[in-house]
């Protein structure tokens, strides 16, 4: 999996692209958790990574355990079909915030 | 029927995969939808094993795969020699706990019970074997 980080005034934009699986979870935990500061406004563009197992969901939640600990915010853009399946599969939709476009994910923060 | 044997640990966890997806795929009947899920089923049981079966030494596990074209159907045999464990039987995690309450573990199980057509386990001269039938249309 690649990770791209662009910052847009105070949001950082996390792109993942690949895929989200047992093989690059570790990496791509030990990446993001670098990003996360005091405050940390997170949007992690998603649109490119086209498998999430649930090695992969673990990452995201511990990365939204660290942001809640931080007073940080951290929100998922542009799933697509089989990802947003194992997110419903799991609950995950309900726990973790997701928006359609990766606009009005960076508009929410 | 296709079978590969590898020591079970993270680093051959894509062959493992690479094993059952291309050889499914070969047979050009399944929808990329259901060769993912194929793949996932097969990460979150083969995960597993590589995390909790063998405790004490790395030992190895049995991938079998057999395709019946005619009716689009996959059946997989996972085999190990680990310590005894029934996924039937794992209790479901909390779904809707918040996420300071969520727990890490459980899930890939679930995911996998979710997305088979079905899932049978048998403890045979000790060894744990899994057999896991999905559709593939």
């Known amino acids: ?102 606009d009005t994910a960076i508009n929410s923060l | 029927m296709p079978s590969i044997k590898l020591p079970a640990t993270i680093e051959n966890l894509d062959r493992m995969l690479e094993f059952v997806v291309n050889g499914v795929n070969h047979f050009e009947i399944a929808t990329e939808n259901s060769l993912k899920k194929l ?24 991938i079998i795969y057999k395709v019946v074209t005619e009716e689009k159907k996959v059946i997989i045999k996972i085999i190990d020699h680990g310590v005894p464990f029934n996924p039937v039987e794992y209790k479901k995690p909390n779904l809707s706990a918040s996420i300071e309450e969520r727990d890490i573990g459980g899930l890939g199980i679930h995911i996998a019970k979710r997305i088979v057509d079905q899932m049978k386990y048998q403890r045979n001269e000790e060894q744990n074997v899994l057999t896991i039938v999905k559709f593939i249309n």
């Open chain 2, 39 to 62: 793949r996932l089923v097969c990460e979150e049981m083969l995960t597993n094993i590589i995390d909790y079966s063998y405790p004490k030494q790395t030992g190895e596990v049995k």
């Open chain 1, 1 to 102: 999996m690649k990770i791209e980080v662009e910052k847009k005034d105070n949001i950082k934009i996390i792109r993942l692209i690949g895929d989200l699986d047992g093989t690059s979870a570790p990496e791509v935990r030990e990446e993001i958790i670098s990003h996360i500061n005091d405050n940390s406004k997170l949007v992690f563009d998603m649109s490119q990574c086209e498998y999430i197992s649930s090695a992969g969901l673990r990452v995201l939640l511990i990365i939204a355990k660290k942001l809640k600990a931080k007073g940080g915010q951290g929100v998922l853009a542009g799933l697509v079909e089989e990802v947003k399946d194992v997110m419903e599969i799991t609950g995950f939709d309900h726990m973790l915030t997701s928006y359609e476009s990766i």
